[in-house]
């Protein structure tokens, strides 16, 4: 079998350009709220079918809804998240939980940097396509399948997304 990739990574794609230029239209929290419900909905379930025992990325979720709540501070928040990146970590060599337990990290990481946002449709879209279509397809179908995934992603976020919205987020983007 041949290395699996972990995520994807054309940042010049015109889908991940659009979705880009759509997040940077919304507020931090906006697009914070979209992310965390995105993976606790989408990718949760994923990890869960790997690791039902693992409890660390639905906690990340949960925390990071109670810190969007403000009911936890974002140092706590922060803590939970390297939680979850332990998790990931630990998930080495189960590709579909790792590559969950990275888009969870992602979505939660927003709440201190909306860049993180678009790290949801490299590994998200990469990982419901492995789960899709399995470890073996062809590099073709899972990428096709993971592009559809980022279009539903962006239609999605559209849906939420706030016309005119006033102060939206200042994005630098890393990738």
């Known amino acids: 079998m041949p290395k699996l990739r ?5 940042v010049s794609a015109d889908y991940i350009q659009s979705f880009m230029r759509l997040i940077e239209t919304q507020s931090k929290e906006t697009i914070a709220k979209w992310c965390v419900s995105y993976a606790k909905f989408n990718i949760l379930p994923l990890w869960l079918q790997e690791f039902p025992q693992d409890t660390r990325p639905a906690e990340t979720l949960l925390a990071m809804e109670e810190f969007l709540n403000g009911k936890l501070k974002l ?3 922060k803590k939970q998240i390297k939680e979850c990146r332990a998790a990931a970590r630990e998930a080495e060599g189960n590709h579909i939980a790792q ?23 490299f590994y998200g879209g990469l990982t419901i396509a492995y789960s899709q279509k399995g470890l073996d ?8 399948t993971a592009i559809e995934e980022c ?25």
Do not use: Y
């Not at 590559?99 to 449709?121: Q, V």
């Not at 976020?157 to 939206?168: L, Q, R």
């Open 137 to 144: 397809a062809p590099w073709e179908v899972l990428e096709q």
């Open 6 to 10: 972990k995520m994807l990574n054309d």
């Open 99 to 121: 590559g969950a337990a990275r888009t969870i990290d992602a979505a939660s990481s927003t709440i201190h940097n909306s860049a993180s946002a678009i790290a949801i449709a």
């Open 151 to 175: 279009l539903k992603m962006q239609e999605s976020f559209a849906k939420i997304a706030i016309a005119d919205e006033p102060n939206p987020a200042k994005i630098e983007w890393n990738c």
């Open 75 to 77: 140092a706590d928040a």
